[in-house]
């Protein structure tokens, strides 16, 4: 598996400028990194379902 993905930290109050122009908004950053971080964490309990399972051949 590769590296994995640590859980984003929410953008401060005054690292958004509320002011709607940025393209990206810091907030759209965060929630792209948030949704892949959810992705990851999703197939790691799949895994561990999947290997919790599995049965055992010692």
Not at 18 to 39: E, S, T
Request: charged share 30%; aromatic share 6%.
């Amino acid at each position: 598996m590769s590296e994995l993905i640590e859980k984003p930290t929410p953008p401060a109050d005054d690292d958004c400028c509320g002011g709607g122009a940025c393209n990206p908004c810091v907030w759209d950053r965060y929630y792209a990194q948030l949704q892949k971080w959810r992705i990851e964490q999703a197939k790691i309990k799949e895994q561990l379902a999947e290997q919790d399972n599995k049965p055992n051949n010692s």
